[in-house]
């Protein structure tokens, strides 16, 4: 799925207006309808009292025939406030006003500098600027927005917080509505996929307006939201008469004495993905352990890989792998598989810069934000952090995986893609290596280095999903593992 910037939003708002054909006032009745229909399921509460706040541009527009639309279904307790701090309106506002005004809801209209009364309602639905922000909010703006949010109601924004950029930088100091819930029109927008949105956004709904799906698909962008259609494509099911031969070799060179658990982990996820075998480069002493908690596993030497890298169909180097440089630099001049760099690796890299010269086109690194920075410079910005990741994965032919609560997967041609699944429960040591494991098990059966990527994260996510949703508040990395086969099976049972 696409990601469209602000600008082709309003394209394809004009686009569906003259082909659907359909009037724009009535584009805002229909997107306005499907806000009502995700807010009836979030406060299903008739009785819910409820503050809608407008602009005088379109983002008030809905929220005017919001306001008109709930009533009709039922909820009583409903109040309008309109910021007229702008001398223009829309015309799709006045439209909506002049038909607002044949309902019974209570409008008052504020003016700069007028004081703002104690917001009392449940709810506070925030309509007051949407996707035609341009600049910061000031002055009347942002003293209505602060008083908003020191309101204790839950606060629900039509299409996107006031206040928040829907593409861009979101600069550090951007103040917004803090709301609970977003119900946003067609497209989530990109700031949503930004931890600086944060404070902004707890979690946020995609609602279908009927915009011209096909006039979007065509529009270009970078930016993709890996959707589970997009899994259901690339995963290839297990076909009669394979053997282990057919899923290929993984080796995971990992582990040090005292970080010997991110090796366990890393291979355990090798195995769990499906790699035909899997090998473990690890320092002696973790044997016992390994043999212990992953049977399955072989054991591969570090004196005996000059001989055995033909062996392998891929590699991930990184994991608690502690100092030992010299299986980096061995590993970037022999390697001539598909390979991972993740954790200790990455840091390896960026302590000894000659070697971020030697790395194969192809391979995948998987930072988290400060190994990125470790690697790439200190960044304010993720919107900055990204953009050094698509010029960085393009001038090198490299894939970043660049970890956050959105994934970023950032391949050689500039492409973005966002990885959805995930949880806050997962957030503990230990998840990375998995992640390690099952990106280098996918490379080793056969799936191109994107391809990987975009299977590992999501699958990745989708395992700590089942747990959460199976009520674990907390998902430790190793409940992971065993979870890996079942996030593969339920693409298993919709492809049969
Ligand atoms: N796309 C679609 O398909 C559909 C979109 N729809 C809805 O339209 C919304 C976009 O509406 P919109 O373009 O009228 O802009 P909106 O966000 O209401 O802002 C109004 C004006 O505010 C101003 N302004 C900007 N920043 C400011 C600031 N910091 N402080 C003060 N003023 C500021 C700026 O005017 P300026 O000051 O530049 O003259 C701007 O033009 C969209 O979010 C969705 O809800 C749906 O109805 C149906 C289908
Ligand atoms: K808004």
């Given at each position: ?50 503050l ?71 709810v ?38 006031t ?35 944060a ?30 259609a ?8 297990r ?28 291979c ?10 899997t ?9 016992v ?46 390697v ?57 994965a393009?001038?090198r ?21 966002i ?17 390690t ?52 099976g ?7």
């Open positions: 799925m696409n990601i469209i910037t602000a600008a082709q939003t309003r394209d394809a708002d004009r686009h569906t207006i003259e082909t659907d054909p359909i009037a724009s006032i009535d584009l805002m009745e229909r997107a306005s309808g499907t806000f009502v229909t995700v807010f009836m399921q979030l406060y299903p509460d008739r009785n819910t009292s409820i809608v706040c407008c602009g005088t541009g379109n983002n008030g527009g809905d929220g005017l025939a919001i306001a008109r639309l709930l009533q009709a279904h039922g909820y009583d307790e409903i109040a309008v406030w309109i910021a007229r701090f702008s001398d223009r309106e829309s015309d799709d506002f006045s439209a909506n006003l002049a038909r607002l005004h044949n309902t019974p809801i209570p409008i008052t209209e504020f003016f700069p500098g007028d004081e703002l009364p104690v917001i009392h309602q449940a506070v639905i925030d309509a007051l600027l949407g996707s035609g922000l341009n600049k910061p909010l000031t002055g009347d703006w942002l003293r209505l927005v602060q008083h908003i949010n020191e309101a204790a109601s839950r606060r629900v924004a039509v299409d996107i917080p206040g928040l950029p829907p593409d861009g930088i979101i600069p550090e100091a951007q103040y917004t509505v803090y709301t609970h819930d977003v119900i946003s029109f067609q497209r989530p927008k990109l700031s949503f996929f930004f931890p600086e949105s404070k902004a956004i707890e979690r946020f709904h995609v609602v279908d307006i009927g915009l011209d799906e096909s006039f979007i698909e065509r529009l270009p962008s970078d930016f993709s939201l890996i959707t589970a997009d899994i259901q494509r690339i995963y290839h099911k076909k009669p008469f394979t053997h282990k031969g057919t899923y290929g070799h993984a080796l995971l060179i990992a582990g040090d004495s005292r970080t010997m658990g991110a090796a366990l982990l890393s355990g996820a090798s195995l769990y993905s499906g790699a035909g075998l090998s473990a480069c690890i320092p002696p002493e973790g044997l352990a390994l043999n212990t908690s992953h049977p399955e596993v072989m054991y591969c030497p570090a004196a005996d890989l000059p001989e055995a890298w033909d062996k392998f169909d891929a590699v991930g180097i990184g994991p608690g792998l502690g100092q030992r440089e010299k299986l980096l630099a061995e590993c970037l001049t022999y001539a598989k598909p390979l991972v760099i993740d954790a200790d690796a990455i840091n390896l890299l960026a302590r000894a810069s000659p070697l971020m010269g030697r790395l194969p086109g192809q391979c995948i690194l998987t930072p988290h934000m400060k190994e990125f920075d470790r690697l790439f410079g200190t960044h304010r910005t993720w919107w900055d952090r990204l953009c050094t990741a698509r010029e960085q393009e001038a032919h490299i894939i970043l995986v660049l970890k956050n609560r959105y994934t970023f997967i950032v391949t050689p041609d500039g492409k973005v893609y990885n959805p699944t995930g949880n806050p429960a997962m957030a503990s040591g230990g998840t990375g290596d998995v992640l494991g099952m990106l280098t098990s996918f490379l080793a059966q056969h799936y191109t280095p994107e391809e990987a990527a975009i299977l590992a994260c999501y699958l990745h996510g989708a395992a700590g999903d089942l747990l959460a949703n199976e009520g674990m508040a907390v998902v430790p990395a190793g409940r992971l593992l065993e979870n890996i086969p079942r996030a593969i339920t693409l298993n049972q919709q492809n049969s």
